[in-house]
């Protein structure tokens, strides 16, 4: 008991700046509170003293603002940080070196009794404030919620949940990232980019190389001694596409007809 109890507050003061001294970390931290009173009444779970369970967990949540029901499970070295307003369901499954923030919701979204409803995070899991990881479903190793996320699907290892519904954006060396990643304040991966995002700066970049296209189109049929004046548009400030289409349309046709001509001649 009193191992664990030293690992959580070495984890609570290696991952929050704010931690001064243990003493601290022991009596002003709701989070430690919580967890320590959550493995009391998990206990109590696990020994079919299902009411009693229920009424330690209830204090916890009158304590502490945080509700963790006492038939989930919670791992080691798990850093639950300000915490208020944390819901974690009875099937839920935290894995080690975990770290939640405030706000977070571990809900299920099924109503059998005794299904997995709840997810499972596994190891070195950031949940950013206000995220809502919603099923029976697992988080990977090392992935992170970013804050107010709504995840509804599965996280592989290492991927970062952003947005509602959440998307999941992988970093670039997914391949070679490292074993075991940084530390990530409320699940922020630097330098991530939203798939929404990058999408939307392809089909700019493609609507810009297809207008250079046309461009290059034009000066050639220029250079062949087209006469394009009435191709432009109503405003003159560029060419209007149909009237482009028509154009080299009747300039096939008329290749057509002259090769035609060449061959019966």
């Excluded at 507050?9 to 009596?27: H, K």
């Excluded at 940080?81 to 977070?104: F, K, L, N, P, R």
């Excluded at 709504?150 to 391949?175: C, F, L, Q, S």
């Excluded at 432009?232 to 007809?257: C, F, K, Q, T």
Aim: charged share 25%; with cysteine; aromatic share 4%.
């Amino acid at each position: 008991m009193f191992k664990r109890l030293r690992e959580d507050i070495a984890t609570i003061r290696q991952r929050d700046p704010a931690a001064r001294s243990a003493w601290e970390v022991l009596t002003c931290y709701p989070g430690l509170h919580a967890l320590v009173l959550h493995r009391f009444a998990h206990a109590c779970w696990r020994a079919r003293r299902r009411w009693l369970a229920r009424f330690v967990s209830q204090i916890a949540r009158f304590l502490t603002g945080i509700e963790i029901h006492p038939g989930a499970t919670i791992g080691r070295r798990v850093f639950i940080d300000h915490g208020m307003g944390i819901v974690i369901g009875e099937t839920a499954e935290v894995g080690d070196d975990c770290t939640i923030y405030q706000g977070v919701t571990l809900g299920g979204t099924l109503l059998t009794r005794g299904a997995k409803r709840h997810p499972t995070l596994e190891r070195g899991v950031i949940v950013g404030a206000g995220a809502k990881v919603l099923g029976g479903f697992t988080i990977g190793a090392d992935a992170k919620i970013g804050s107010n996320a709504v995840v509804v699907k599965p996280v592989p290892p290492g991927g970062t949940a952003v947005g509602n519904p959440a998307r999941v954006i992988m970093p670039a060396d997914a391949k070679r990232a490292p074993e075991r990643a940084a530390f990530c304040a409320y699940g922020i991966t630097p330098n991530a980019e939203d798939p929404v995002s990058l999408a939307l700066h392809g089909l700019i970049d493609h609507a810009g190389k297809e207008a250079q296209r046309v461009d290059e189109i034009v000066a050639a049929l220029e250079r062949l001694g087209a006469r394009l004046e009435a191709l432009h548009g109503v405003d003159g400030a560029g060419v209007d596409l149909r009237r482009l289409s028509a154009v080299i349309e009747g300039a096939m046709v008329h290749a057509d007809a002259q090769t035609d001509l060449d061959r019966t001649g």
